[in-house]
């Protein structure tokens, strides 16, 4: 079974930057799709971002389209997520997860100051 760390997160103020990092041990496999989601406080988790093994393939939210970008490093079995000109509605606990399931990790948090 893979086991998943997330990290990077932190306080930044809207429009500032962030770069988080999902590594992957155990079981891991640079051929799982893989993607990001975050949850808010008293909302449901949502998919943010997700990108196929060899990065050709990504897709986003709607909402974070044009400012975030996932990329991942497989020789580092690592998936980045560079968020800019972040905004205070993107304030949440972000987690990785391979695309076909599996268990959560506990996630990194992120808040956005207004």
């Known amino acids: 079974q893979v086991q998943l760390l997330e990290s990077g997160g932190g306080l930044v103020q809207a429009g500032g930057s962030l770069r988080l990092s999902c590594t992957a041990s155990?079981?891991?496999?640079?051929?799982?799709?893989m993607a990001w989601f975050r949850q808010s406080p008293g909302k449901e988790r949502e998919f943010v971002a997700s990108v196929n093994w060899n990065s050709i393939s990504t897709y986003y939210a709607d909402s974070v389209k044009g400012r975030f970008t996932i990329s991942r490093d497989n020789t580092k079995n690592t998936v980045y997520l560079q968020m800019n000109n972040l905004k205070p509605d993107d304030t949440a606990v972000y987690y990785c997860r391979p695309t076909h399931g599996g268990p959560w990790g506990q996630g990194t948090q992120v808040t956005i100051s207004s």
């Open positions: 155990g079981r891991a496999s640079s051929n799982y799709r």
